[in-house]
């Protein structure tokens, strides 16, 4: 299974993103799927996921309110948008995969997910 990550780039603050995931290599019927970030100098931390079948959806504090985590038309894809942005949503945004789908008390831990991308990164500046 290879994740490929999308949609960084650099945006001001109050700005709007959209990252998107695709997962290619195998068919998940079932999965968490989500995010992880990495602001320099800090460790790397939740930011949302994405459970099926249901559609069960998960945040981060930081994020809750301003991002929505949804998943594609297209199987195995999902996408993050991220509004309102800030400063401190700077980080290397890191898609993550899980199949099958992670029990819930598991879905904000690294640990948990079995499939990593690349990481796109996302640059909140004036």
């Known amino acids: 299974v290879q994740l490929q990550a999308s949609g960084g780039g650099l945006v001001q603050p109050g700005g709007s993103l959209r990252l998107s995931c695709a997962a290619s290599?195998?068919?998940?019927?079932?999965?968490?799927m989500g995010w992880f970030r990495q602001a320099p100098g800090k460790d790397r931390g939740f930011v949302a996921a994405?459970?099926?079948?249901?559609?069960?959806?998960y945040y981060a504090d930081s994020v809750k309110g301003r991002s929505t985590i949804s998943r594609g038309s297209a199987k195995n894809t999902v996408y993050l948008q991220m509004n309102s942005l800030k400063p401190e949503d700077t980080a290397v945004y890191y898609c993550?995969?899980?199949?099958?789908?992670?029990?819930?008390?598991?879905?904000?831990?690294?640990?948990?997910?079995?499939?990593w991308g690349q990481g796109t990164l996302v640059t909140v500046s004036s």
């Open positions: 994405l459970s099926w079948p249901g559609g069960s959806t």
């Open positions: 993550v995969s899980k199949s099958p789908r992670a029990i819930v008390s598991a879905v904000r831990g690294s640990q948990t997910y079995d499939y």
């Open positions: 290599g195998r068919t998940f019927s079932t999965a968490t």
